[in-house]
């Protein structure tokens, strides 16, 4: 075929447009593919480091964190998170912790710790903490 011939038979055959519906399956692809691809990393760091801490907030302990048990009775994941409550004029968080163990158990905590402070600039200052969730 000639090269006048292969544009014809290009110009004749238009594409179709791409369905938005096919592109957002693409992109939710990708990102399972970088988490899989992630996963190694975080786990090397978590090894190397024994935990992982992600900030949430100002406020004193107001982070996601995972952690590495190595225990004799004990061994695999402790998983923290947390949520900022208002309670009576004082800023609280509720930290839940779970653990993800392949040997021994563990059981799941919830415990709540309220702080405050004066003007914006100024530390946190501890007020009370309580077992359970934060409640007004």
Same mark, same amino acid.
């Given at each position: 075929? %000639?090269?006048?011939?292969?544009?014809?038979?290009?110009?004749?055959?238009?594409?179709?447009?791409?369905?938005?519906?096919?592109?957002?399956?693409c992109?939710?692809?990708?990102?399972?593919?970088?988490? @899989?691809?992630l &996963?190694?990393?975080?786990l090397?760091?978590?090894?190397?480091?024994?935990?992982?801490v +992600?900030?949430? /907030?100002?406020?004193?302990g107001e982070q996601?964190? +995972?952690?590495? +048990?190595?225990? +004799?009775?004990?061994?695999?994941?402790?998983? !923290?998170?947390? !949520?900022r409550? !208002?309670?009576? /004029?004082a800023?609280?968080?509720q930290?839940?912790?779970? @653990?993800a &163990?392949?040997?021994g158990?563990?059981?799941?905590v %919830? #415990?709540?710790?309220? #702080?405050?402070r004066g003007?914006?600039?100024?530390?946190?200052? @501890?007020? %009370?903490?309580a077992?359970? !969730?934060?409640?007004?």
């Amino acid at each position: 075929m %000639s090269e006048e011939q292969n544009a014809a038979v290009e110009q004749a055959a238009p594409r179709r447009p791409v369905s938005p519906l096919r592109r957002l399956g693409c992109v939710l692809l990708l990102i399972l593919w970088f988490a @899989f691809i992630l &996963l190694p990393c975080a786990l090397v760091m978590l090894a190397q480091q024994q935990e992982i801490v +992600i900030s949430q /907030g100002d406020l004193p302990g107001e982070q996601i964190r +995972i952690w590495l +048990i190595m225990e +004799i009775e004990q061994r695999g994941l402790g998983i !923290a998170s947390t !949520a900022r409550h !208002a309670i009576d /004029g004082a800023q609280c968080v509720q930290t839940d912790v779970r @653990f993800a &163990l392949w040997q021994g158990e563990g059981e799941a905590v %919830s #415990y709540c710790e309220c #702080y405050t402070r004066g003007a914006d600039e100024e530390t946190w200052l @501890f007020v %009370s903490q309580a077992q359970g !969730a934060c409640v007004p």
